[in-house]
């Protein structure tokens, strides 16, 4: 599974190597793709590396080769329709065992899709495919929207009891309120859980680790994509 900007950039990179037999520079994507750092290149480039489409060759300039295209390029791989989550909630009568957990044994049991990994410390790539279920206690979940599970990457939010592995419950939401913790998108391709804060035009995404920054956005940089609303941990 591709994000939009994963699959944008892959259909660059392929583009100019068909024209001149060698990949854009770090430069040139990041121009192509209209965004305002090479990190964000990088992010990608690490993205599609890992998902098996392109390969880094070491000690050689421009060292990229496409190995597999996605089924939208003429591929045989599955391609997302957008950079973003697509939640559902699976009613269960059996929760679902996650790792060397034993099952739930309860009737209020929800089975939730864990869409991958969220960073909870230097943003990752916006994941939008499901891993696996995992069950959750029906009371847990809070109204009746859409809910999602993700598994916690790194420690920014220790302070607020969340720790690195931990899956946490969100519900889906496009709205948040100052103080919230959201699932928040940054310039369309970075996932991030931090507190929300709203500052005039600007949005504050705030660490509960003081070895954190607080990042600071304009107001169109960052969408949030749900809310908190109850955490996971297995021993």
Do not use: C, W
């Not at 430069?27 to 480039?45: F, V, Y």
């Not at 790194?154 to 946490?168: E, H, L, P, T, W």
């Not at 919230?180 to 660490?207: M, N, P």
């Amino acid at each position: 599974m591709l994000t939009k900007k994963q699959l944008e950039l892959l259909k660059f990179i392929d583009k100019r190597v068909q024209r001149d037999g060698v990949p854009p520079s770090f430069d040139e994507m990041k121009e192509a793709l209209d965004l305002r750092s090479k990190s964000g290149i990088h992010r990608l480039i690490t993205a599609l590396e890992e998902r098996g489409f392109i390969r880094r060759l070491a000690h050689r300039a421009r060292a990229l080769e496409i190995i597999k295209l996605p089924d939208a390029m003429g591929g045989g791989a599955a391609v997302t329709e957008k950079a973003g989550f697509t939640p559902r909630v699976i009613e269960g009568d059996r929760p679902a065992p996650r790792r060397d957990a034993l099952p739930i044994e309860t009737v209020d049991a929800i089975e939730l899709p864990v869409m991958g990994r969220i960073a909870a410390g230097t943003p990752i790539e916006a994941i939008s495919e499901v891993s696996h279920n995992i069950a959750v206690p029906g009371s847990m979940l809070s109204g009746n929207g859409h809910h999602y599970a993700l598994e916690v990457k790194g420690d920014s939010m220790i302070d607020a009891g969340i720790n690195d592995g931990d899956v946490v419950v969100i519900r889906e939401t496009n709205v948040a309120d100052n103080g919230d913790i959201v699932v928040a998108l940054v310039e369309g391709h970075e996932a991030t859980l931090k507190r929300f804060r709203r500052k005039g035009d600007a949005i504050a995404l705030e660490a509960a680790n003081p070895a954190y920054e607080t990042r600071v956005f304009r107001g169109d940089q960052v969408k949030v994509q749900g809310r908190l609303v109850g955490l996971i941990r297995t021993y």
